[in-house]
């Protein structure tokens, strides 16, 4: 049941829905970790909000290097991020930081940083990275104006990496998007994915409350 999620682009809420599945997991008694390999937009201490999200939702001891490997302070794109910081993200590091929770947890959940095709280096993306870590896909669609082609795009992208998109759960972000509904109902008849579940929009989002949203839709693909 690990997964790698990403999304349509940033800030469509992909710590919210892996946050969200880390929930639902341990419900279920199971023994979860959250993992965000790359992140940008660090504070003065080097802390990162995505990342200590995932490591509060979680319920096995990790250190932050092995929940967070690589976090920049500029809130650019990370290839960017690490050359400014002299520095090249090393995908041994990664992995490593993944086995070493795959071993402490039943369920690791795997959180990409920008969208599908973001660069981390001078010849990888997180497209890369996914296959690397030969993981299902979780696809975030945030539902606003161009998510059908932002998300047909991304899917096809997964699919010519040869992974599997696992499911894909449709995060409204604007309330009032004109003809809200059709966009979902026309990405549910193009998706090559079951919809996990459709995420209303909220002032204070809650990845509890989500996890209630998505807890039907993953279960009943197993």
């Not at 990403?6 to 279920?28: E, N, P, R, Y």
């Not at 795959?102 to 001078?122: I, Q, S, Y």
């Not at 449709?170 to 998007?177: Q, T, V």
Request: aromatic fraction near 4%; charged fraction near 15%.
């Amino acid at each position: 049941m690990n997964c790698f999620v990403t999304g349509t682009d940033t800030g469509v809420g992909k710590t919210l829905i892996s946050c969200a599945l880390l929930h639902v997991f341990a419900t279920k008694g199971l023994r979860v970790a959250g993992m965000k390999p790359v992140a940008t937009g660090c504070d003065g201490d080097g802390n990162n909000q995505d990342a200590q999200q995932l490591q509060n939702a979680s319920n096995v001891q990790m250190t932050t290097d092995q929940v967070n490997p690589y976090r920049f302070r500029d809130a650019i794109a990370p290839h960017i991020a690490a050359r400014n910081g002299g520095v090249c993200i090393d995908f041994n590091r990664i992995l490593t930081s993944y086995n070493e929770l795959a071993t402490r947890a039943d369920v690791v959940v795997v959180e990409g940083v920008g969208g599908f095709k973001v660069p981390l280096n001078a010849s990888q993306d997180i497209a890369d990275l996914a296959k690397q870590l030969d993981l299902p896909v979780v696809l975030v669609v945030g539902i606003r104006l161009g998510c059908i082609n932002h998300a047909l795009l991304t899917a096809s992208a997964i699919e010519l990496c040869g992974l599997k998109c696992a499911g894909w759960v449709a995060n409204i972000l604007d309330a009032g998007m004109p003809a809200l509904l059709d966009n979902i109902d026309a990405l549910q008849q193009r998706l090559p994915a079951p919809m996990l579940g459709v995420v209303p929009w909220q002032l204070q989002p809650d990845a509890r409350a989500v996890a209630l949203n998505l807890q039907s839709g993953w279960m009943a693909m197993h």
